[in-house]
C-alpha cells in the first residue's frame, strides 16, 4: 500500500510508535496495526503531501527510538 509504512518489531517499540503517532496527530491521521513481525502505519488523513509525511515521521520515529 502506498500509504503504508511497514516497521520490523526487531527494530521499533511500540511505544515510541504510539508516542510518534500522537505527536503527529495535528498532521496526519495514522491508524496503527500489527502482525507477527511488523507494525503498520496506515496514512488515513495528511496536513501535507503523503510522501514527505511518511517520510519525516519515518524520520521523526528513527529519532525517538535512538535518542
Do not use: P, S, W
Request: some cysteine.
Amino acid at each position: 500500500m502506498k500509504n503504508r509504512l511497514f516497521l520490523i518489531k526487531e527494530i521499533y517499540c511500540l511505544e515510541k510508535i504510539k508516542q510518534a503517532i500522537n505527536d503527529y496527530k495535528n498532521l496526519a491521521v495514522i491508524e496503527l496495526k500489527e502482525d507477527e513481525n511488523y507494525y503498520y502505519c496506515d496514512f488515513k488523513e495528511t496536513y501535507y503531501a503523503l510522501d514527505l509525511t511518511i517520510n519525516e515521521f519515518e524520520n521523526y520515529l528513527i529519532g525517538l527510538t535512538y535518542k
